[in-house]
């Protein structure tokens, strides 16, 4: 984000647990393993980098990230190399940002299919485990590119056996600052996410620009810093003087901003034309016509009665409707992509990428809506929109609190059993299109998110996947399942209805979709005007300590953003390079 500079020390911290046998003679696994010198040997979290892999004897060598290939200019997953004895060759890969170990894999010269870890696990648990050392398990099959110096790699039921394992350390570095009282330099609250490609720092700034009570008399839209009543429609000022703002900073960025302006009445027919979206284009230089889309709605919820003021329910000790600000619901996702689009738009893609920012999710989304519908379906029937990526309502779930700091305590659990004051809200990814809830119908979608999940991400111990069980209710499925699963929390699962705009994707286009989200019905502020940022941090303040960490609510807040915001950027990345069909089509 561009903002005014900060002083800061940039200093490593491991995020997850010490580096434990990543240098000396435990770093070198199994044959050849010694035979490839790996530099650095310590890599910086979360940034593209060079790596360079010097060959002492004749092999091949298998690196399991997203990499940039020097012949294309795009991101791509893993790539096998061949090299010579005295061979060197510099590869520029993408560290993950969440987790302390990363792995080359050696074998013979020309080798062709190689092991990889499972899908619920990290490349670090899998060599700790000997997954390297079995002929058993999951395995993929190089295969040469066109026009390109670095072979690709696909999955196949074959591992080709056993592989030598080079280990590397990866470390993030943190943002800190001296603290007088302990004599020592420590992490801000939020610095050991606030560093990388993307990070939930960037987008916590964000989150706090747009959200600013702070009174601005010459504003006269909503007389404040931030961008607040974002009420979609109806003549609304402030609406349009948000929207101004979000059209001029995704054009900083670089985009080709353009405003699909609508009208309402009924779904599909006209009033209100103060309504639009705002979509930010880098189109993609190999298939133009094929878009993947990211978005978040950026309206908030209206006062039910415009003639009333809005009142705050930690006064009035009841709910009534609306919200000025919205940080929750839905500027943090607003938030999401901005930092997103903001780190993306200098990529080369080959499918062009489109960021919106959606109207009218609120009345019952209708800008995806008519942007599906419209935009892309009559005016554009050329274009088939290969995924889509929805941000709404993330950052209140694990690792913070989860009961209600103000409010009734009452209403952090309903009667299906929804987490208690003292319990943890789970992190949702959620998928579909889907029929049914007791098996996958979009597996391969769930399979990414999972990959993703389990060693960027960081969360192979806290990540489960739920399908309902036939004992188990339609209705009430997903909280029996997980339940039954001993409360896990971070759940993906595919849903049969949807809340916010990924339904326009899936019902009019049929698009395979992906959303993030954490807590919705439990939590006191949804659509009330206490939905402020000062909200989000009490609700995930944990009392000072969160996981054997002292960590603030700022601190889990700004953890939680950062685990999207990077779900996002690494989904990115991959759908880019391989879309994901429809099982239904």
């Avoid at 993950?96 to 080798?111: I, K, L, N, W």
């Avoid at 034309?273 to 990211?294: H, L, S």
């Avoid at 009345?363 to 050329?382: A, L, M």
């Avoid at 300590?545 to 939680?560: A, P, Q, R």
Wanted: hydrophobic residues 35%; aromatic residues 10%; charged residues 20%.
């Amino acid at each position: 984000m561009r903002s005014a500079p900060v002083s800061f020390l940039l200093v490593g911290l491991f995020l997850l647990a010490p580096l434990s046998g990543c240098f000396g003679a435990d770093a070198e696994i199994g044959p050849l393993s010694g035979q490839l010198q790996v530099t650095p040997e310590v890599l910086t979290g979360g940034v593209f980098q060079g790596v360079t892999l010097v060959a002492e004897a004749d092999l091949a060598a298998f690196i399991p990230y997203l990499i940039i290939n020097p012949s294309s200019g795009y991101v791509q997953n893993s790539t096998v190399v061949d090299l010579k004895a005295g061979e060197t060759i510099q590869i520029t890969l993408l560290a993950p940002p969440r987790t302390d170990t990363a792995v080359v894999m050696v074998g013979e010269y020309g080798r062709q299919e190689w092991p990889i870890r499972d899908l619920n696990e990290s490349w670090r648990t899998w060599i700790d485990e000997d997954g390297h050392d079995s002929a058993d398990g999951n395995g993929i099959l190089r295969m040469a590119q066109e026009n390109s110096s670095l072979d690709q790699v696909i999955n196949t039921s074959q591992t080709g056996g056993p592989a030598g394992i080079v280990k590397l350390g990866i470390i993030r570095p943190a943002i800190t600052s001296w603290c007088e009282e302990c004599g020592e330099f420590v992490a801000d609250q939020g610095g050991r996410f606030a560093t990388g490609l993307v990070n939930g720092m960037t987008t916590y700034n964000y989150l706090n620009l747009l959200t600013d009570e702070s009174t601005d008399v010459l504003d006269l839209a909503d007389g404040a810093q931030g961008y607040l009543d974002r009420w979609a429609g109806q003549g609304n000022l402030a609406y349009e003087d948000g929207a101004q703002w979000l059209i001029s900073e995704m054009e900083s960025f670089g985009l080709e901003v353009m405003t699909h302006r609508f009208q309402f009445t009924d779904i599909f027919s006209k009033q209100n034309p103060e309504a639009y979206n705002i979509c930010g284009y880098r189109w993609g230089t190999e298939f133009k016509d094929e878009w993947m889309v990211f978005g978040a709605h950026f309206d908030v919820a209206p006062p039910a009665n415009t003639a009333l003021p809005i009142a705050d329910p930690h006064l009035l000790g009841s709910r009534t409707y609306g919200t000025r600000v919205g940080a929750y619901d839905n500027t943090a996702g607003t938030s999401m992509v901005l930092t997103v689009a903001e780190a993306m738009a200098d990529f080369d893609t080959r499918r062009t990428i489109v960021f919106c920012l959606w109207s009218g999710e609120e009345g019952g989304k209708r800008g995806s809506d008519y942007w599906t519908e419209y935009y892309v379906k009559e005016d554009n029937p050329q274009v088939t929109i290969t995924n889509y990526v929805n941000l709404d309502m993330a950052g209140v779930n694990w690792p913070g609190g989860g009961g209600a700091p103000h409010g009734d305590p009452a209403l952090s659990i309903d009667d299906t059993g929804y987490p208690k004051d003292d319990e943890v809200w789970p992190m949702r990814v959620y998928i579909g299109p889907s029929q049914d809830y007791d098996k996958l119908n979009q597996p391969e979608m769930v399979r990414l998110a999972m990959w993703i999940g389990s060693d960027a991400i960081g969360v192979e111990q806290q990540v489960q996947i739920l399908v309902g069980q036939p004992e188990h209710d339609e209705a009430t499925w997903k909280v029996e399942d997980w339940l039954d699963r001993g409360r896990p929390e971070l759940i993906i699962y595919e849903d049969t209805t949807a809340r916010s705009d990924h339904a326009s994707f899936q019902d009019n286009l049929g698009t395979v979709t992906m959303g993030f989200g954490g807590l919705v019905d439990g939590y006191w502020c949804y659509h009330q005007v206490c939905d402020t940022l000062e909200e989000m941090e009490d609700w995930m303040d944990t009392g000072g300590k969160s996981y054997g960490e002292e960590n603030s609510g700022k601190d889990n807040l700004v953890n939680s953003l950062d685990m999207v915001t990077w779900w996002a950027a690494y989904s990115f990345f991959h759908l880019d390079e391989r879309p994901v069909i429809n099982s239904y089509l």
